[in-house]
């Protein structure tokens, strides 16, 4: 016969839905936005480190005297590319991560936080932590963005005829990328940091949830007191009776020795 297995605890607890903050797809989701923020990271650095430059040399003209002109050093195919990547890689890991949190919230159960009280400690405290966690997520990548997208515009101006000296050349300045850098790896652990403070917020809402079901249970348990079992007697009928005789009990009419040998006489 097949072995049976012993059914623990965690074998009657629901499944967690893909849906749910504390998944495996949330989390999934969480790490590979950090990477994402990492990878933008390198990425502004590459930018940083191959942006273009100008070189001003001069020319002499007859009768005009000495003119300055500019050279960039190379096309900026490289920063562009890069820049280019970090921006779209940094927008599709916030409007990911964001909407997953808004579909999770929306779809959790809410009793026990439509409970809370407004003015208690713990409410007060996740909202503004959530509310700080929101609003400087948002700040921080529409800086980053807009730092890569003056990267962009500088460096795309001259993909053409870049070693072509110029009289005005139009460059970026030093940390520019690194700055946009440092905002996109700032908003991806603070998104992070929403990210827990919803998943801690939802894990209170059940606990207290199971608090007020446990006192529900139990208010409903004891308001009305047990009802005492029936008074009554009720008769079993004996099957098979078991008789037992007692040799050493005394007969009921003792004679005395007197009466008996008168009654031999008769």
């Known amino acids: ?19 749910d903050l504390g998944s495996k797809i949330g989390v999934l989701l969480m790490i590979l936005t950090i990477l994402c923020g990492l990878f933008c990271f390198i990425l502004c650095l590459v930018s940083e480190a191959t942006r273009s430059e100008v070189t001003w040399v001069g020319t002499n003209e007859k009768g005009k005297g000495a003119k ?8 900026g195919k490289t920063p562009l590319l890069c820049a280019a990547a970090a921006f779209v890689g940094l927008a599709v890991a916030m409007v990911i991560e964001h909407t997953y949190i808004l579909i999770a919230v929306t779809n959790s159960p809410p009793p026990a936080l439509v409970s809370w009280d407004p003015d208690s400690a ?5 909202t503004w932590q959530a509310g700080f966690f929101f609003v400087t997520t948002w700040i921080c990548f529409a800086v980053g963005e807009i730092l890569l997208l003056i990267g962009l515009s500088v460096e795309s101006g001259h993909l053409k005829n870049w070693n072509r000296p110029r009289p005005n050349c139009l460059i970026l300045r030093e940390g520019l990328f690194s700055a946009a850098g440092v905002f996109s790896l700032t908003t991806v652990f603070l998104a992070a940091g929403l990210y827990l ?26 308001a009305t007191p047990p009802s005492s079992p029936p008074h009554g007697i ?4 004996r099957e098979n009776p078991i008789t037992r005789e007692n040799h050493d009990q005394q007969p009921l009419f003792v004679f005395p020795q007197a009466f008996s040998k008168h009654s031999n006489l008769v």
């Open 197 to 222: 403070t919803a998943l801690r917020a939802q894990i209170i809402s059940q606990e207290l949830a199971n608090v007020q079901r446990e006192v529900l249970e139990a208010s409903a348990l004891y």
């Open 234 to 237: 009720t008769t079993i009928a």
């Open 122 to 126: 713990p409410a007060n405290y996740l």
């Open 1 to 19: 016969m097949p072995g049976k297995m012993a059914v623990t605890h965690a074998d009657l607890e629901p499944s967690r839905r893909s849906t």
């Open 68 to 75: 300055y002109e500019c050279v960039y050093s190379g096309s």
